[in-house]
T-cell receptor
Framework: DAGVTQSPTHLIKTRGQHVTLRCSPI?????VSWYQQVLGQGPQFIFQ???????GRGNFPDRFSARQFPNYSSELNVNALLLGDSALYLC????????????FGPGTRLTVT | GQQLNQSPQSMFIQEGEDVSMNCTSS?????WLWYKQDPGEGPVLLIA?????ELTSNGRLTAQFGITRKDSFLNISASIPSDVGIYFC??????????FGAGTRLTVKP
């Protein structure tokens, strides 16, 4: 079975631009969470969606938004990019929304110049 | 958000040696998790701990949930080259409050 997939793998953007990252959960998983992992740090929670509704939100500015589609895939949008947004963005999926039983994708490496 | 205090930051060991790393926090957690992350991959869950004092093993890995609920440790016995990677602890208070440590980078010399 396919694991969590994310696209694109790598992305380079300029300050002030907008970016959309995509995630497809494991088949049968209804929850998707997004994390930001800055180089040398552990992941930081951004959003969780379950059954297309926002279930949790981390301490990130309103420039960050997300949504979940009827097929349970998800998009993370970041507006007005800053240099500090450069990071690995991880998506994780789980069957019922529990964070313990979540499976991570390989991430999207975003570089803001 | 504030992350957990994970130590050591990095370890260089000889194949066959045992490894110990730990994680502390000023906050209590209901669940402690240990992950391993390889280059170009997302973290993979190694062990989950659900009760204070719980000691759980997964092959050569053993982890414990501290009695105060503010700390946890992970031991790896008889290390092998494929143990190389970054190990993260994570504390979960409720399903919406999950914090990660900064990671321990493990290098195993054959």
């Amino acid at each position: 079975d396919a694991g969590v997939t994310q696209s694109p793998t790598h992305l380079i953007k300029t300050r002030g631009q907008h970016v959309t990252l995509r995630c497809s959960p494991i088949s049968g998983h209804k929850s998707v969470s997004w994390y930001q992992q800055v180089l040398g740090q552990g992941p930081q929670f951004i959003f969780q969606y379950y059954e297309k509704e926002e279930r949790g939100r981390g301490n990130f500015p309103d420039r960050f938004s997300a949504r979940q589609f009827p097929n349970y895939s998800s998009e993370l949008n970041v507006n007005a990019l800053l240099l500090g947004d450069s990071a690995l963005y991880l998506c994780a999926s789980s069957v019922s929304g529990t964070r313990v039983e979540q499976y991570f994708g390989p991430g999207t490496r975003l570089t803001v110049t | 958000g504030q992350q957990l205090n994970q130590s050591p930051q990095s370890m260089f060991i000889q194949e066959g040696e045992d490894v110990s790393m730990n994680c502390t926090s000023s906050s209590i957690f209901n669940t402690w998790l240990w992950y391993k992350q390889d280059p170009g991959e997302g973290p993979v869950l190694l062990i989950a701990l659900y009760k204070a004092g719980e000691l759980t093993s997964n092959g050569r890995l053993t982890a414990q949930f501290g009695i105060t609920r503010k700390d946890s440790f992970l031991n790896i016995s008889a290390s092998i080259p494929s143990d190389v990677g970054i190990y993260f602890c994570a504390g979960l208070y409720n399903n919406n409050d999950m914090r990660f440590g900064a990671g321990t980078r493990l290098t195993v010399k054959p």
